[in-house]
């Protein structure tokens, strides 16, 4: 089991190894790329294989995308207009859509994923630790790198001229 990690009920169980966010700072109508590889842990099974605990559904819980229990580390997805970007709302304001339901995709090792545009504006992301331990399906150390283009003022030259000044 993945220690520390919380669940996340919107998906029959399993945790949740990065929570629901849009990501900030950034350009508006800018892209995000993330790319992710998988290792195995080398102790036989995933470091973070977390056993799948089916639970009472509430009406927002949405099954795994084949009608059984994901197996490897999963992208998911849900609207949350304005989350980000320039009509960004306070986080205490920001709705998430109870009439489109969240979705999940496993992605491989080497799998990339992209948000387009105006994605990121209207749309919280979360990483899912995989659920199951029989045959490994995906699951070990996933290590990622997200690439995006940081709004004027955020990036590391103005935080080292900020640092440099404050020196």
Known sequence: ACPGLREEPMFGGGACAVAWHADSSLEHHSSIAVYQTIAADGRGGGACAVPHHPKKRRRRDVPPDDGGPRRGWSVALRVAEHAEGPK????????????????????????????????????????????????????????????????????????????????
């Not at 799998?111 to 659920?131: G, I, K, R």
């Open 88 to 167: 960004r709302k306070l986080l205490a304001d920001i709705q998430v859509r109870e009439d489109a339901p969240p979705v999940a995709v496993s992605l491989g090792s080497g799998a990339a994923y992209y948000l387009l545009d105006d994605f990121n504006h209207h749309h919280q992301h979360a990483v899912l630790a995989p659920t199951g331990t029989g045959d490994g399906g995906g699951a070990g150390v996933r290590f990622s790198s997200t690439h995006r283009l940081l709004a004027r003022g955020h990036d590391v030259r103005d935080v080292l001229a900020r640092a440099e000044a404050a020196l």
